[in-house]
């Protein structure tokens, strides 16, 4: 059974940081991921990263945050710095998996943990 989880999340002043972990188990996974959620927005990647370890980042955090990831341990880590009030949302990891030679991708989610930065 797939289960992924967050921790890490909470309150920063703007201009503070946090480092988001999330613990995959149950599969391997091809890429893993982080997004996010503000109120009354759509769900929106932040960054995501590959086994091989090749990185995406969403416009408005680059070079701000860092994703890495522990292929043994299965885990995906997110460095945040420089935190605006623009990035309080909930955060939320993904993990994609290829589940046949096809090449067909199932994701899987954590329950998310909240990130609040306050001005």
């Known amino acids: 059974q797939v289960r992924l989880v967050e921790s890490g999340g909470g309150l920063v002043q703007a201009g503070g940081s946090l480092r988001l972990s999330c613990a995959a188990s149950g599969s391997i996974f091809s890429t893993m991921a982080w997004y996010r959620q503000a109120p009354g927005k759509q769900r929106e990647l932040v960054a995501d990263i590959t086994r091989g370890g090749t990185t995406n980042y969403a416009d408005s955090v680059k070079g701000r945050f860092a994703i890495s990831r522990d292929i043994p341990r299965n885990t995906v880590h997110l460095q945040m710095n420089s935190l605006e009030p623009e990035d309080t949302a909930v955060y939320y990891c993904?993990?994609?998996?290829?589940?046949?030679?096809?090449?067909?991708?199932?994701?899987?989610w954590g329950q998310g943990t909240q990130v609040t930065v306050s001005s």
């Open positions: 993904n993990a994609r998996k290829v589940i046949n030679v096809e090449g067909s991708l199932r994701d899987y």
